[in-house]
């Protein structure tokens, strides 16, 4: 395995000339945009290794029983009109931001499937894995103005781990969330609820609990560039009216927005929130997006699809729009300045890549707690099966 310096060099890595006895700088990668506008890069078609569920009560179940089924109102009908603060806050179980889960159920699903990764022997020790999510603040960084973020990064047996770490900034904001973004936050789940079934066929429920402990995830196999990649995705719900298809390309991710009424407002939404959209569907390839529009009073009374492929030309044309190749330049570029820092392989040991808006990915590095995050039961487990070189037995 050669993760080790010269044959994955950094792109666009800021390194000074060497200069004799002077010490070398610590490197960093730049964010600007404008630097990233190449061709778009190589990206494997997103393919299913396998899902899991969480339950209510947040516990891992190696199987889809968490997966819900699209179901639209009638388009016949007289159109939706959900109330989206309906059972706020008495039906809202919400999932205790405190527990730091880190890439712990991933890696539960890692661990019973590893002996039969497709791609061959071998593959998971050139991979990178993480969650998509993480996936998706890098996409977006170039055009991120708001709010930075840390990643983790951990080498073991050749696979780069990448986890990420909650900045203090996001800490502070959590802790002081406002009453009206706390019912915000209910009300996007509040509308999975009024739009998925919990079997093929059945209609929504909205009268029990939105209890946000549970998820279904999808486990995906996709490569950016020479980066291999497995990463999981949480998914809202498959469209049984699809059954030909088979996973991602069945799968519908939900979303609420702010009812629009000027074009100033729609060319607002096009460049900020459908860039996040785009960004965390393309990843697992997940092809719709079904966008739920709610009015000051908290009703969703329309509903608009967002096909993932297309949403990139509502900015194609936009001086101040975003562009898809700058996107994923970017995630390849940090992918190869993560693999070319991170060079040790040990699961103690943590580079954390920390980035704020208007400056450059930065590292610094850690070992042990409270930065690392491979649990001990996964280690222990991975080197079992991984044995080193047997002990030559010590002169008596
Ligand atoms: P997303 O794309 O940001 O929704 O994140 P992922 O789909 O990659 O989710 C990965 C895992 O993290 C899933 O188990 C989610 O339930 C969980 N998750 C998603 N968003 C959050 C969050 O804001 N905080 C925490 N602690 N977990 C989250
Ligand atoms: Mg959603």
């Known amino acids: 395995m050669d993760h080790r310096g010269t044959k994955r060099g950094a792109e666009k890595t800021e390194v ?12 960093s990668l730049p964010t600007d945009p404008a630097l990233y506008s190449g061709p778009f890069p190589f990206y494997r078609r997103p393919s299913e290794l396998g899902c899991f569920s969480l339950d209510a009560q947040r516990q891992y179940h190696g199987d889809a029983r968490a997966l819900r089924y699209y179901s639209p109102p009638p388009t016949n009908g007289p159109g939706p009109n959900f109330d989206l603060r309906d059972g ?3 039906r809202y179980q919400p999932r205790d931001e405190e527990v730091q889960e880190r890439l712990d159920h991933l890696l539960c699903w890692l661990l019973e499937h590893r002996g039969r990764l497709e791609g061959g022997p071998g593959w998971l020790a050139e991979a990178i894995v993480t969650w998509r999510g993480h996936l998706t603040k890098l996409l977006t960084t170039p055009y991120e103005r708001q709010e930075g973020w840390q990643l983790a990064a951990s080498r073991f047996q050749g696979t780069l781990y990448l986890s990420e ?5 996001a800490r502070a904001q959590r802790l002081a969330r406002p009453p009206l973004l706390r019912e915000l936050m209910y009300m996007g789940y509040k509308f999975e609820q009024y739009m998925c079934a919990d079997k093929p066929g059945s209609s929504p429920d909205p009268s029990g609990e939105v209890n946000t402990n549970v998820a279904f995830c999808s486990v995906l196999r996709s490569r950016l560039g020479s980066h291999p990649l497995l990463f999981s995705g949480e998914v809202d719900c498959t469209d049984p009216q699809t059954p ?3 996973p991602p390309t069945c799968y519908v991710e939900l979303k609420t927005s702010k009812e629009m009424h000027s074009p100033g407002q729609w060319r607002s939404f096009y ?3 459908l860039l996040k959209w785009w960004a965390q569907s393309f990843l697992p390839g997940v092809p719709t997006v079904v966008a739920g529009f709610r009015n000051p ?8 699809t967002f096909p993932t492929m297309k949403m990139f030309d509502y900015v194609r044309n936009d001086r101040d729009g975003w562009n898809p190749s700058v996107c994923m330049n970017f995630c390849a570029a940090f992918l190869s300045f993560a693999q070319s820092t991170v060079v040790q392989d040990d699961p103690r040991l943590v580079h954390l890549f920390s980035w704020e808006p208007g400056g450059p990915v930065t590292v610094s590095v850690h070992r042990d707690a409270p930065y690392a995050f491979l649990p001990i039961w996964y280690v222990e487990a991975m080197t079992q099966d991984f044995p080193s070189p047997p002990k030559t037995p010590s002169p008596k």
Do not use: I, W
């Open 244 to 246: 030909s298809t088979q």
């Open 165 to 169: 770490v909650e900045t203090p900034n």
């Open 16 to 27: 000074a000339e060497p200069r004799n006895k002077l010490p070398r700088p610590a490197p």
């Open 271 to 273: 460049r900020h929130k």
């Open 88 to 90: 706020y806050p008495d």
């Open 297 to 304: 009073e908290g009703f969703v009374s329309s509903l608009k």
